[in-house]
């Protein structure tokens, strides 16, 4: 015998089981309840990987609005690709986001880079001080590619494949390009704890 | 599975950090055979898993709560567009090609299509076609509200008999 609460598990279950490449078919045929789904899996991502470029929640949001809007636009084009959902819509926010950045706000990315440090104010000072803040402010400093590949393969769990679509580039160089940010990040944390150890010793 | 080799375990490391998860799948248990035999690479799995634990700290800073993702979600869903069909997503295309060609292209382009219109399409609109021509179709229109009658001229000469001409002519005379 199986109780209310049962089924709508079940219903749940095999709502999660529907794959991407399906949700996208019915997107395409202007399904919006296939739509709303896409949005409960991939929105919160999506919004979190753009936060990190413009810094700005309400550019954020404006970003996410745009990538899921030309989804829904272009579904029909995109189920006739064997590319995955997710990688698409990264790819389309890295997109906008680069746009972002080339006509509003710099006129070169990696002039901005420190532009994603932490800004060392008197309030943000005491949590400078936190090893959070130096690897947020040590990533900063990496030139955007290695900052981007970073992002999608150990912040977002992308696989290789899918960050490699994502910036262009053969997996091949996709690794070298992430052994390069660890072996910067590595060497810049050596360095914050130092200066920090010595500024110890000068104060205490 | 045979064991991956040493300058691809280290690569593996050193690109995707100490946790298996994060490797390439099919990678996965051959790294992990070489590094149960080696040393060296247990080691570097291990300074790159604190290298990772330091990176998951910053991971999580930007991620929104349920509601407020709610909130966004609800705002995309109430201003989605209406969806193109077939004809509407090739003008899109053919204004977005447009856009990205520099200004000769483009004017290249507009040519182009000017001369195909001239040299195809207009043409085809003066070929006899059985149909009355706009010059015949008003002369149609004229005899009509002149006489009244929907016959046109020649129709109307045509079911004259011999005597209504020969009374034509004397009248005429």
Redesign the interface.
Known sequence: MYTVADINKRKATLADEVDDAELVVQVASGNRRAFNRVLSRHLNAILSFSMRYVRQRSDAEDIAQETFTRLWLHAKRLKAKPHSLRSWLYRVAYNLCMDWYRKDKYDSLDDADGAFACEETPETYAMNSTEQAMIHSAVGTLPERQRTALWLCAYHGLTNKEAAEIIGTSIHALESILARARRTLRQTMNEQQLNRSSEYDETG | MKPADQERAE??L????GNPD?W??NERTAVLERIKKSGQLLSLQHN?RS??N??A???G????SAPE?EV??A???N???A??DAMG?LFTFFQQFMHRQPRFVQAGIGIAFLVLVMVIILPTNNRPTGHPTGQAAFEQWVWEDITGQSLTPNDYIAELTFMDLVDLEVDEG
């Open positions: 690569a593996i050193h690109a995707y950090g994060r390439p799948a790159a290298l990772d330091l990176i700290k910053d991971a800073e930007t991620s929104m993702t966004i979600a705002r995309i869903n201003s989605l567009p969806q193109q997503a």
